[in-house]
């Protein structure tokens, strides 16, 4: 009896000793005020470390890097530390010991500290969690939220999981009351939902932003990005956010005031109370914007709408910081210039000169947005532009996807002197069967290009049969078509003879053949469409007024 009373109270200490040891590990890592004396409590207690130290550990470490300036973070540092790997070894180890919140801090901690999508801890974590899900283990809706986020930096757009967040937050919508974890949602479900639950999402939205007069500026952005992902223009919405944005101009910066302009532009919203404010604060603060990011961000928002004195300015800067820009950089600084149809042969002869260091970094796309930006900017650089056809010619050799061959094809036609070739046309005609309208419109403008100069050389003939098999897969494509919403995304960007020409009679008679489809949430497109190509419907038109009168709320 004796022996057995030892043994308990051996036990009992023991155990309360390990709980005290425990309990003053996790005040020492909550207390942490530098990575290294985390990573030095951790490589120190590893046989002691539970889950619950883990995860703290993970979230510690991210804490820590959010209370620095971006630029002074370490997330390199941070994930190439051996203890850090030791912290992930143990998290896949004991995840399934770990609470719902638990795995969802430390998935959002590892993104946030760059680790990759898919790296193995993400992986189990993303797993463990779905499991979850799926055992109707429901997590809170700010953990589901936060772990919404984490699918949607993981670019799970179109995952199962993210479809089974979809479906909770579809039966949990009307308990949804915080419009934060809501935008959340929204934009990270926004590629699995129907119509009519996005009309849901709509009104709960306008709902919380009616009810909260203290929604931070962040969570009207990403409504915006909603807005975006759904490709639907809302004014009752936008006009929401946009007061918020109002109201929030102090705390706006570069970054956030690009964003937004760019989304406003996407989604054809125009303020002119926002842009003026745009341009006042970034005029007032231009010489703020002294490092190449932040610059050409800069450069890119505030040129188009800047008065004559601080353009000069910006341009002048621009010249002067023109060999610090990045290869992205560069692209900005000439986008913006033929957005401001800038002349000015001094910067563009300093951007020219240091494209030979990017070009090979390139993509395909973006060699195909730098040729248009250098043409529609007048550029004269032969020299240049025949590296350019080089690199183009071998990208159009190699590419299998017809989007990518297209717009090879297009900006093929828009360099100086080039002759079609037979290669050139024999991939245009590989790809013709899957390209989109708005593909083919750029063939045929490209094909219809050359005629007119007369570079079509011995391939007339092959050039012939490729025009008449570009006409039957445009037809065949609006006869087939059986989605408004569809057939509108691929007509936004056609235009040009071929479809003045060819197609406008088949794309009206595909429309009224689609007449049941319109909605509030595509007049607009249509409308804009119709105005576009000078198509004259009666039926659509009346249509178009009926949908109108109807929702003039939305609208």
């Not at 190509?533 to 709320?553: F, K, M, Q």
Request: glycine share 2%.
């Amino acid at each position: 009896m004796l022996c057995l009373r030892q043994v308990c109270l051996f036990t009992l200490r023991h155990y309360q000793a390990r709980t005290l040891s425990s309990d003053l590990l996790l005040s020492q890592i909550n207390s942490c005020a530098h990575e290294d004396e985390v990573f030095s409590l951790v490589g120190r207690n590893k046989a002691r470390l539970s889950e619950k130290h883990v995860g703290i550990a993970l979230n510690m470490l991210w804490q820590l890097q959010k209370k620095r300036p971006l630029v002074l973070r370490t997330s390199d540092y941070v994930r190439n530390h051996s203890q850090f790997l030791t912290l992930c070894i143990l998290a896949e180890n004991k995840v399934e010991q770990m609470e719902d919140e638990v795995i969802v801090d430390i998935l959002y901690s590892i993104l946030r500290l760059n680790v990759e999508g898919h790296d193995s801890l993400a992986e189990v974590l993303v797993t463990e969690a779905w499991k979850r899900l799926e055992r109707q283990v429901l997590l809170s809706l700010p953990a589901l939220s936060k772990f919404s986020l984490c699918l949607h930096k993981q670019h799970r757009h179109l995952s199962p999981v993210i479809g089974k967040v979809a479906n909770i937050v579809d039966m949990k919508l009307d308990s949804i009351q915080d419009i934060r974890i809501l935008s959340v949602f929204m934009i990270s479900i926004s590629d699995v939902i129907s119509q009519s639950f996005c009309d849901r999402l709509l009104h709960k939205a306008e709902q919380l932003l009616e009810e909260d007069n203290q929604v931070h500026f962040n969570d009207a952005k990403k409504i915006l990005q909603f807005l975006q992902n759904v490709k639907l223009t809302y004014h009752p919405l936008l006009e929401k956010c946009n007061r918020i944005f109002l109201r929030s101009t102090s705390c706006l910066d570069i970054h956030s005031l690009t964003l937004i302009s760019g989304l406003y532009k996407q989604l054809g919203f125009d303020s002119a109370e926002f842009r003026l404010v745009v341009k006042q604060l970034l005029s007032e603060t231009i010489d703020d914007y002294c490092d190449p990011e932040t610059f050409a961000k800069l450069f890119f928002t505030l040129g188009p709408m800047a008065g004559s004195k601080v353009r000069e300015r910006l341009l002048v800067t621009a010249a002067h910081m023109a060999e610090e820009f990045s290869s992205h950089q560069v692209l900005i600084i000439l986008k913006t210039m033929q957005k401001m149809k800038c002349r000015n042969s001094h910067l563009l002869k300093k951007m020219t000169s240091i494209l030979h260091k990017h070009l090979d970094s390139y993509h395909v796309l973006q060699l195909v947005k730098l040729t248009q930006y250098l043409v529609a900017l007048r550029c004269h650089n032969l020299e240049l532009f025949a590296k350019i056809k080089m690199m183009l010619l071998g990208f159009l050799k190699s590419s299998v996807v017809p989007a990518d061959t297209a717009a090879i094809i297009r900006v093929l036609a828009m360099l100086p002197s080039l002759p079609v070739e037979e290669a050139i046309i024999s991939k245009a005609a590989a790809v013709l069967p899957q390209c989109t309208l708005h593909h083919l419109n750029w063939i045929a403008t490209a094909l219809v290009k050359w005629n007119h100069y007369n570079h079509w050389q011995n391939s007339s003939e092959l050039c012939v049969k490729l025009l008449q098999k570009l006409n039957d897969c445009g037809f065949q494509r609006l006869q087939k078509a059986s989605n408004l919403n569809l057939l509108l995304e691929e007509l936004t960007h056609v235009n040009g003879e071929w479809f003045e020409e060819v197609l406008s009679e088949e794309t009206t008679a595909a429309c009224q053949r689609l007449i049941d489809q319109i909605t509030w949430a595509n007049v607009l497109q249509l409308s804009l469409f119709l105005i576009k190509t000078n198509l004259h419907c009666p039926s659509l038109l009346d249509r178009i007024a009926a949908v109108t009168v109807e929702n003039t709320d939305k609208v």
